[in-house]
């Protein structure tokens, strides 16, 4: 093997060491986080990037904004600033009647 062979390798190797430490796990995350972004709905608890709890009350998918209740108070954020889904729904599932026999 040539010198020139080993460092075209060396290069190789090193990329995939790359993609596969950083490249690939970011891809990854993004694709989890605009599922959650997509799956968000009326009813759902959250906590905005800068820390702040709340229930969305509006989902405006023309600006992609959305409206909090926060303790009562009505606020309005960009969709993006959305960090994550907490607990469940608040919107109230109806409850099947169960069937004794």
Do not use: C
């Not at 229930?55 to 600033?81: C, H, M, R, Y």
């Amino acid at each position: 093997m040539g010198a020139g062979t080993q460092q075209i390798l060396l290069w190789v190797v090193m990329f995939a060491i790359f993609y596969f430490l950083l490249i690939r796990p970011n891809q990854k995350r993004q694709k989890q986080r605009n599922a959650m972004l997509g799956a968000l709905k009326k009813g759902d608890r959250i906590v905005t990037i800068g820390g702040l709890h709340g229930t969305i009350d509006l989902i405006n998918e023309e600006n992609n904004t959305i409206v909090l209740n926060a303790g009562g108070q009505k606020l309005t954020f960009e969709k993006a600033s959305v960090q994550s889904v907490v607990g469940e729904s608040v919107q109230k599932q109806p409850v099947a009647a169960k069937k004794e026999e």
